[in-house]
């Protein structure tokens, strides 16, 4: 079974569009995550919910608006598509352990390129 | 918050020892260092973690002084499916609460050959 699953895997739009990508964690975690991956490989938060609740909303334009219906999905929706939205997008959840800091779980990835 | 610097890319070959040093002078108390696996087209995966002294899985070894200024992975000869991106990072103990912000640096590149 797939811990952390996203879908679509890949995503080609034009400039303007709407579009979603959805997650789901099936490792009972309470805190979701999404990162986003350019070019340069650098590994960014956007956003992090715990429990539904918005905990982590760092500085991402409007136009990224994340949903978590339930603490095992976290959707990302994103309108007006722009060039620079054209990314790896990571879901990923967490967990605190027992003995040490929560250990974050990712997903394969949605790679979006904006046309 | 604390950050991490790594070498940006590492050469090796297959069977010799890897250590990948990553230095994190401004470490907090609370912060546990964890290092990430990340092979071309997938997610990080995780590694190791230690908050001290050493630790060892089946994977690989963590080596962290004293004072905790800075860590060293080590991975014991090391085959061509090693070839991977590896990320050092401090993950902060917030107790109960999840909340602990996590910064990716560039990570060290590692490229193993025959």
């Known amino acids: 079974d797939t811990a952390v699953s996203q879908t679509p895997k890949y995503l080609v739009t034009q400039m303007g569009n709407d579009k979603s990508i959805k997650c789901e964690q099936n490792?009972?975690?309470?805190?979701m995550y999404w990162y986003k991956q350019d070019s340069k490989k650098f590994l960014k938060i956007m956003f992090s919910?715990?429990?539904?609740?918005?905990?982590i909303n760092e500085t991402v334009p409007n136009r990224f608006s994340p949903k978590s219906p339930d603490k095992a999905h976290l959707n990302l929706h994103i309108n007006s598509l722009e060039l620079g939205d054209s990314a790896v997008y990571f879901c990923?959840?967490?967990?605190?352990?027992?003995?040490?800091?929560?250990?974050?779980?990712f997903g394969a990835g949605s790679r979006l390129t904006v046309l | 918050l604390a950050k991490t610097t790594q070498p940006i890319s590492m050469d090796s070959y297959e069977g010799q020892e890897v250590n990948i040093t990553c230095s994190h002078n401004?470490?907090?108390?609370?912060?546990?260092i964890t290092w990430y696996q990340q092979f071309p087209s997938q997610g990080p995966r995780f590694i190791i973690q230690?908050?001290?002294t050493k630790v060892t899985n089946e994977v690989a070894s963590l080596f962290i002084p004293a004072d905790r200024k800075s860590s060293t992975l080590s991975l014991p000869r090391v085959s061509l499916s090693d070839t991977a991106v590896y990320y050092c990072?401090?993950?902060?103990?917030?107790?109960?609460?999840?909340?602990?912000?996590?910064?990716f640096g560039q990570g060290t590149t590692l490229q193993v050959k025959p």
């Open positions: 990923a959840s967490s967990q605190l352990g027992v003995s040490g800091a929560n250990v974050l779980t």
């Open positions: 490792l009972g975690h309470d805190t």
């Open positions: 401004n470490i907090a108390t609370n912060d546990y």
């Open positions: 919910y715990n429990n539904k609740e918005l905990i």
């Open positions: 990072l401090l993950l902060t103990n917030h107790g109960s609460s999840n909340t602990g912000k996590l910064i």
């Open positions: 230690g908050y001290k």
